[in-house]
């Protein structure tokens, strides 16, 4: 049986790949808050009859660098090996600009940063042939802004969040081209994809864009990616299928500039 990893596995997409998951899956689901992945674990058992040895719990906020270190230590203790990695979790921000603990604006330390240093931290405790698999966007979009990655002087929340889409785009690229070299991490047959998951009825979508999507019951796009037996590697999915990246994410140059800013701002993990 292989272990999946989904954050932010308490509502959402998240909850419900986690539903579909647990059926032929060990699944260790990550809350931001004890109370959050307890009832997410109540109501798994309840509707999918899961045995307690199915499922884990890791809890832990994804905006703040030491307890996204408090994440990783708490998979690595519960469990022998990740199979796949599902970076699940986001934020869509509110229209004030707010930052993180580590002070970066918080989309990005969400959407972007966490994701990077969970790889970076659970990349060891990752089973041969494992996937990472980040979320992205239709809305990713534009260009990067390197001189105001942070948005101190053009913020807005739709703003924040492409911009934080297209970065987990570019993240995805340079991790494949890693792992495609084997040197940085022991040629282990390891692979990564990003996905829009689609346009689903969650809060976020009705808090971002006041709209309503696919039921969130029929949102099996990520579920799809994590169980496809042998995926291509190194490639964004929409509708399941594959996509050309978005412009602004496609430059290599632009992939290995971020990379390296993000490493640096992961040095103390």
């Known amino acids: 049986m292989k272990t999946v990893l989904v954050t932010g596995a308490t509502q959402g997409i998240g909850l419900h790949t986690a539903l579909r998951l647990v059926k032929n899956h060990h699944v260790v689901l990550h809350g931001r808050t004890a109370e959050s992945g307890e009832a997410a674990l109540a109501r798994i058992r309840s509707e999918s009859g899961a045995r307690k040895e199915d499922f884990s719990l890791v809890t832990g906020d994804l905006s703040d660098l030491a307890q996204v270190r408090g994440v990783a230590d708490q998979v690595k203790e519960k469990v022998e090996g990740v199979d796949v990695l599902i970076n699940n979790a986001g934020v869509f921000a509110d229209e004030q600009r ?85 040197a940085e991490y022991g040629g282990r047959g390891l692979k990564t994809n990003t996905l829009d998951p689609g346009t689903v009825d969650t809060r976020m979508l009705r808090k971002g864009w006041a709209m309503s999507g696919i039921p969130l019951e029929t949102a099996d796009d990520t579920f799809k990616l994590a169980t496809n037996p042998d995926p291509p590697k190194g490639k964004y999915f929409v509708g399941n299928k594959l996509t050309a990246p978005v412009g602004g994410a496609r430059p290599r140059e632009d992939q290995e500039r971020l990379w390296a800013i993000l490493k640096s701002m992961c040095s103390d993990l």
């Open 98 to 182: 707010q930052t993180s603990a580590d002070g970066y604006e918080l989309t990005f330390a969400v959407n972007v940063l966490a994701p990077f240093a969970l790889t970076k931290l659970l990349l060891p405790a990752m089973n041969r042939n494992g996937h990472v698999i980040n979320t992205s966007s239709l809305s990713a979009q534009g260009k990067v802004p390197w001189e105001d990655l942070q948005l101190e002087r053009a913020y807005s929340n739709h703003k924040a969040y492409s911009l934080s889409k297209l970065l987990i785009q570019m993240v995805t690229y340079a991790l494949h081209r890693r792992f495609l070299d084997g």
